[in-house]
């Protein structure tokens, strides 16, 4: 299968064909409302502002799995992204992005990026830590934290992982290259 295969749950019901996103650049975040990465929604937000009319989409998948940071209702995820950060794009239906009951999207974004690389002696500490407090990332390739990223390509291949520490800015130049 492939990246166009997958469909999602919407937060108010029904599913997104993610064949209907066939030809943009897609960026998969596995996101939550109450982390210490949550202000990385306002530069998602930017990126999204800046490239959505070339063909920039934004997947956002609020994740529990991490320290209950991602307790709200799907609607009150949405509404908190909205008022606090403006954000334009929309959330999915919250999900599992590893173990038994993850989102087979997320078995083939793991299978397809497993690693993602970590800069700077800091974020390195912070990834140290971040996996000491991970109870659901067992495998090499599971995700670690939320804000874990994904760029998807117009053919729907998986360019690029990027660890949660990665802010959005960093990653706008991988995705002007793909505009």
């Known amino acids: 299968m492939g990246f166009y295969d997958y469909k999602l749950k919407k937060r108010r019901g029904g599913e997104l064909d993610l064949a209907d996103w066939r030809g943009r ?46 307790s709200g209702t799907d609607d009150e995820i949405h509404e908190f992204c909205t008022a606090r950060f403006k954000t334009q794009f929309d959330q999915m239906a919250k999900a599992e992005v590893n173990g038994e009951n993850e989102l087979p999207l997320y078995t083939f974004l793991k299978a397809q990026a497993p690693t993602e690389e970590v800069k700077g002696v800091k974020n390195k500490l912070a990834m140290k830590a971040i996996a000491k407090m991970s109870t659901t990332a067992k495998a090499a390739a599971d995700i670690k934290w939320n804000f874990t990223k994904f760029l998807v390509d117009r053919e729907g291949s998986v360019v690029k992982r990027y660890n949660p520490t990665c802010p959005p800015k960093d990653i706008e130049a991988d995705i002007a290259k793909l505009i």
């Open 25 to 70: 650049v897609v960026l998969v975040v596995n996101t939550a409302t109450g982390c210490g990465f949550t202000p990385q929604y306002e530069g998602i937000e930017a990126l999204y502002e800046k490239y959505h009319d070339k063909g920039f989409e934004v997947l956002d998948i609020p994740c529990n799995q991490f320290a209950n940071q991602a």
